[in-house]
Each structure stands twice: as C-alpha cells, then as structure tokens.
C-alpha cells in the first residue's frame, strides 16, 4: 500500500510537488483564446459576421492582453514566431496571427459587400477555420506535451480544449444573436447543437478523470484533489455542477420552451464552467515525487 505524501511547494521534504508558475492568468489567456476563437468559427459557419468581429476581439485582445501581463519581458514575445517546428507555444501564435489576418479580410469584404468568386472564397474561409482551429486546440496541445505533470501529459486535454472552445462558441453567437436581433442565426440548430456539446464534454471530463486515476501517482493525487480534495467544491460544484449539468439543464428548457430569458443565465454558467475547468487543470499540474 503506497504511503500518502503531502503537497508541497518548496519545502525540503518528500512530495508532490506542485507547479506554481501557471495560475489564473494562464487561465484567462487560455480562457479568451478558446472562447474567442470559438466564437469565430461558430460565427463564420452561420454566416454571422457581428459574431465572428467578437470572437476575434475576445481572442486577439483578450488572450493577447493576458500572456503580455504574464510575460516577464513582454518586448520579447515576437521571438516566440520563429520556433513552429518545435513549440506548439509558437504554433498557437502564428494561429492567432492567421485567424487575425484572414479573419480581418473576411469582415472588411463583408462590411463592403464584396463577393468572391466560389475558389477564392473557399480558400479564405478555410484559412479562416484553420487559424481558429489552432488557436482553441494549441493550449491543450501546450499542456500535453509537458512530460513531467502526468495530470497533463493525456491526449484528451487538446480534444477537452477543441470541445469547450466549440461550446462557448455556440453559447456565445446565441447570446449574441438574442441581444443583437439584426441578422441572427437559426437559433433551433444551435440549440440542439448546445445540448450536443454539453453531453460531449461531460463525457470527456468523466473520460480524462478516469484514465488520470489509473495513472502517474501524481495524476491519482490530482484525481483526488480534485474529486475530494481542496478543488473538489471548484470541480464537483462548479466545473461540473454549474458550468455543465446547470447549463444542460437550461439548454433543454430553453429548446422546449422557446424562451429566450435564461440564455443570459446560461452563458454565465457556461463561461464559468468553461474558465474553471482549465483553471482546475493548470491547478493539478503536479510532479511525481523525487525521493
């Protein structure tokens, strides 16, 4: 039977040892970008341009602003563009530069009413798709590639990143839509597609917290911390309770009723559950004892 060990931080004693350089920072940037471009796609899909001009602004300002904050030298970011062939860190950035750029063609062709010819128009959207397609994955590819935290080191923490990006865009371009009235979405679709997407992701969180406890001692201990340790009212009650089962609970109501009212509320419960869940993982980043 394996003896129970603490956590620790830089206490000279045997432990996990927890990381404490990726906090709620990290987590707003990976908020944004996953939201943001989200909401982009979602956007460009439905034919919304008001959704795709936010999800661009919540990406590229809101992420952007995030990691300068976090940056101890933030002059040196452009650095960061010239390593794509090893750091998935560059590859996110040259994401959000292709999402910007051809993201920026789309809305001024939009606004001035320019149509492209069928291949040129499909060339552009693709682009489009794949700047944002890097963007709302490239964080969980980030944290997978991190050998030493078992907790991260799993191939559903890019799918869980892909999955909750796609949910906040849905929830967000429905929101969008309800207080914007000019040239909404077909709201019936994304309803069904919320619901959908709720469902996926309480598969994959249940998914990743059952491979993580049959895994790295330090991933059982994050497992616990989360289920019935000190994330356990974060996770149990938040992340899962509000951000998904409250949420599913109001996406049927509103796909039954027609009611537009607690699309607000859902949001709000989304959104949270959305920041909570990789907040909680940048929380569990813990290293196998060294004895």
Not at 58 to 67: L, P, R, S
Not at 126 to 149: E, K, N, R, T
Not at 184 to 204: C, F, K, M, Q, S
Request: some cysteine.
């Amino acid at each position: 039977m394996q003896t129970a060990l603490p956590i620790v931080r830089k206490e000279m004693i045997v432990g996990y040892r927890l990381q404490t350089e990726w906090s709620w920072l990290i987590a707003t940037a990976f908020f944004f970008g996953k939201v943001g471009a989200g909401l982009f796609a979602v956007s460009l899909f439905m034919g919304y341009p008001l959704g795709a001009l936010v999800g661009l602004l919540i990406a590229e300002v809101g992420k952007g602003t995030a990691h300068l904050l976090y940056l101890g030298r933030p002059e040196r970011f452009w650095r960061v563009l010239f390593r794509p062939q090893t750091s998935w860190i560059s590859r996110g950035l040259w994401g959000m530069v292709a999402m910007a750029v051809f993201g920026g063609i789309y809305l001024i062709l939009s606004a001035a009413g320019v149509t492209l010819g069928t291949v040129p128009n499909g060339i552009l959207m693709a682009l489009c798709y794949a700047g944002a397609l890097v963007v709302m994955v490239y964080d969980g590819f980030v944290l997978s590639a991190s050998p030493a935290i078992p907790a991260w080191q799993s191939a559903l923490v890019p799918v869980l990143a892909l999955f909750y990006s796609l949910l906040g865009g849905v929830t967000l371009a429905t929101l969008l839509s309800t207080l914007v009235t000019s040239y909404p979405p077909d709201r019936e679709p994304a309803g069904y597609l919320e619901v959908t997407l709720i469902v996926a992701n309480l598969i994959l969180v249940a998914a990743y917290v059952m491979v993580m406890a049959d895994s790295a001692p330090a991933a059982r201990q994050a497992v616990r911390e989360m289920v019935r340790g000190s994330l356990a009212f974060l996770f149990l009650g938040g992340a899962i309770g509000v951000g998904l089962l409250l949420s599913l609970a109001l996406a049927l109501y509103i796909n039954a009723t027609g009611s537009e009212a607690p699309i607000i509320i859902l949001a709000v419960t989304d959104m949270l559950g959305h920041f909570l869940v990789f907040f909680i993982l940048l929380r569990i980043g813990l290293y196998n004892p060294v004895y």
